[in-house]
């Protein structure tokens, strides 16, 4: 029998979790939102050197004009996303805190962030999870019918009641998918 949804959270989530039982708030576009991922993306390099080996802004914070939860996500490349020994303990020197470990969905790990409010998410070197971030990204930063599209698709999401924050996102699957296929069909041809 597949897991609940719920059932799954509470399995990979670290630490309490709270629902949330509203609707989801979208603030306007910040300008301020590329220079706070700076801020962090320091933060981690200063906590992990050389064991960087991508580090990028993702989701709607960072693409102009979109308007978006006012929560940094980051996408961090390191050799092994299994190998927690080797970033968590530094990290969490620099006040990152670990909430999520998903083995089963590209041995993902996330982490919330120090000062700012953002999302630390860690993947693997050669992880096809970490090129679709960014190639959702880039199509959206590019593409204004797409990027009209999803800011319509998340307003519309957003104004409903969501028991978890994930389950706002997992909605927006669907939009996603359908955006990253006229991308791909761009990128073949």
């Known amino acids: 029998m597949?897991?609940?949804?719920?059932?799954?959270?509470?399995?990979?989530?670290?630490?309490?979790?709270?629902?949330?039982?509203?609707?989801?708030?979208?603030?306007?576009?910040?300008?301020?939102?590329?220079?706070?991922?700076?801020?962090?993306?320091?933060?981690?390099?200063?906590?992990?050197?050389?064991?960087?080996?991508?580090?990028?802004?993702?989701?709607?914070t960072s693409?102009?004009?979109?308007?978006?939860?006012?929560?940094?996500?980051?996408?961090?490349?390191?050799?092994?996303?299994?190998?927690?020994?080797?970033?968590?303990?530094?990290?969490?020197?620099?006040?990152?805190?670990?909430?999520?470990?998903?083995?089963?969905?590209?041995q993902h790990r996330m982490f919330k962030t120090p000062d700012i409010e953002g999302h630390l998410h860690v993947f693997s070197e050669g992880c096809e999870e970490v090129q679709r971030l960014l190639v959702f990204r880039d199509w959206l930063r590019a593409n204004d019918d797409d990027r009209m599209l999803y800011e319509n698709t998340k307003r519309e999401l957003a104004a409903r009641k969501w028991k978890y924050i994930q389950h706002y996102a997992d909605a927006k699957t669907e939009v996603v998918e359908d955006i990253l296929g006229r991308a791909a069909s761009v990128d073949e041809s």
């Open 63 to 106: 693409i102009e004009g979109m308007p978006a939860k006012p929560v940094i996500d980051m996408v961090l490349v390191v050799a092994d996303s299994t190998d927690e020994p080797s970033y968590v303990p530094p990290l969490e020197e620099h006040g990152f805190v670990l909430r999520l470990c998903e083995p089963d969905w590209f």
């Open 2 to 60: 597949k897991e609940t949804p719920e059932a799954y959270l509470r399995e990979v989530t670290i630490g309490d979790r709270k629902p949330h039982n509203s609707t989801i708030q979208l603030a306007s576009y910040d300008p301020e939102w590329p220079s706070q991922f700076s801020q962090l993306a320091d933060n981690v390099r200063q906590a992990l050197g050389e064991k960087v080996l991508l580090l990028a802004h993702v989701g709607s």
